[in-house]
């Protein structure tokens, strides 16, 4: 048995339980505040994502009763389209992709938040429970206009 000094078997415990803890938080965090990581489903081509397939005609499609996705493509410096309206309640899985440069994709007030880049597609599903307006943003640096890289999702009230 290897001789321990008292303090040193006392800092041991704290890091031990601290680990704990740092683990409980990123469990709670992921399951409580429905964190989810970025899929990436498809690979597409940069050079023709805007001519063909379903970025060239982005948008929001109803894909079942309160189901929606949302196909959007970012370039510099906007995102196709800049406008989305769904209505209150609605589950909307987003599907984005770059023509150009790496960009971001932050959704204020939801879980969306994730890298979009040339030649995949990132996904994230978010239900919109709130009525109002959820302004997004790119917030990965992509040249000399990102700060206008912008738009918003209009979540209309339930009648
Ligand atoms: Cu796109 Cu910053």
Avoid at 93 to 103: A, E, G, I, N, P
Avoid at 145 to 151: C, E, L, R, V, Y
């Amino acid at each position: 048995m290897i001789h321990l000094d008292r303090y040193e078997q006392r800092w041991l415990w704290a890091t031990g339980i601290m680990l704990v803890i740092f683990v409980l938080a990123i469990a709670v965090t992921a399951l409580v505040g429905g964190i989810e990581v970025p899929g990436v489903s498809v690979r597409v081509n940069p050079a023709t994502v805007g001519t063909a397939g379903p970025f060239a005609s982005p948008g929001l499609r109803q894909l079942g009763p309160g189901r929606y996705e949302a196909y959007i493509r970012a370039q510099i410096w906007t995102f196709f389209p800049n406008e989305i309206h769904v209505p209150q309640g609605s589950t909307v899985t987003f599907h984005l992709t770059s023509q150009d440069v790496q960009h971001g994709f932050y959704v204020a007030g939801t879980n969306i938040h994730m890298m979009v880049l040339p030649g995949q597609v990132s996904d994230l599903t978010a239900t919109f429970r709130k009525a109002g307006t959820f302004p997004f943003w790119c917030d990965e640096y992509c040249g000399l206009n990102h700060q206008t890289m912008a738009g918003r999702i209009i979540v209309d009230p339930a009648r």
